[in-house]
Structures are given as C-alpha cells and as structure tokens.
C-alpha cells in the first residue's frame, strides 16, 4: 500500500503563487505515475498534472502554462508549483499514485487551495 501525505494548501490572492507537496510512503517501488486532481465543490475531480516514472509530463489545458509538476526522487516527493492563481483554481487538490502492473490508484487526503480577495 502507498501512503501520500500532502502540504502547502492555503489561501492566496489572484495572480499569487503555491507549491504543493506530496510525500509518498510504502510500498514506493510500485508506483508507475503520480499526479495532482482537483475538485471543485459541486464538481467532479479532475485531473490537473500527472508525471509519469520516466519523467514526462500531461497538465489540463486551463493550467498550461501556469503550473509545473516536478519530483524529487530523494525525497520521495512530488510538487505541483501554481503561479498565477485564478479564482476558478479554488478547489480541493488531491495527490495520487498509480500502481505499477494493476494500475491501482491511491489518493493523499487533500489540501484546500483558495483564491480569492
């Protein structure tokens, strides 16, 4: 099982920046991709940046450009740097793995990010 812990939600102003961080734990050696989701309330979860074991990347359209998923190896960590953060970024934004072989997925807890004046 995958344990991920995540980190560096909060509020923000428009136009303002985060970075997330997701700590994976356990059985780490399985993980194929991790990626960051988010949901508005009301909404169904979407995806909003994956990288995959060999290090490429996939954003949503409506945050290219605007955001950056990276990894640390050493660390166990994956970051999702938000610059230029829009209202319609408020969300709940959950970190996930997908298991190497049967592709399950696991989910961190979520972390509340708002932007807003």
């Known amino acids: 099982q995958v344990q991920l812990v995540e980190s560096g939600g909060g509020l923000v102003q428009p136009g303002g920046s985060l970075r997330l961080s997701c700590a994976a734990s356990?059985?780490?050696?399985?993980?194929?991709?991790m990626g960051w989701y988010r949901q508005a309330p009301g909404k169904q979860r979407v995806l909003v940046a994956e990288?995959?074991?060999?290090?490429?990347?996939k954003y949503a359209d409506s945050v290219k450009g605007r955001f950056t998923i990276s990894r640390d190896n050493a660390k166990n960590t994956v970051y999702l740097q938000m610059n230029s953060l829009k209202p319609e970024d408020t969300a709940v934004y959950y970190c996930?793995?997908?298991?190497?072989?049967?592709?399950?997925?696991?989910w961190g807890q979520g972390t509340q990010v708002t932007v807003s004046s």
């Open positions: 356990g059985s780490i050696f399985s993980i194929n991709a």
């Open positions: 996930n793995s997908q298991s190497l072989g049967n592709g399950y997925r696991y």
């Open positions: 990288i995959t074991r060999g290090g490429s990347t």
